[in-house]
């Protein structure tokens, strides 16, 4: 374009949003594609389970997961004696 050329300081200020807009979406896409890849693979997990789940107890009594144990709830405030 025609005209007086632009300054270094413009020409300096320009590249570096440029290069720090192509930064961040380079690193917004290999997060996005990175959770992706790892919900997935929890999908598939949960999936696995029910499918085992599914197909019947297993072969061997012995290889049934241990129970679950559930916590008591921790109280926040204990109750004051007088």
Known sequence: MGGRPQSLRTRLVVSAVAL???VAAVIGTVTAIAFRTYLYGQLDGQLDAVAARAAGPPAVPGDLPP????KEPRR???ARSR
């Open 20 to 22: 720090i807009a192509v």
């Open 76 to 78: 926040r405030w204990a």
């Open 67 to 70: 129970p679950a144990r559930h």
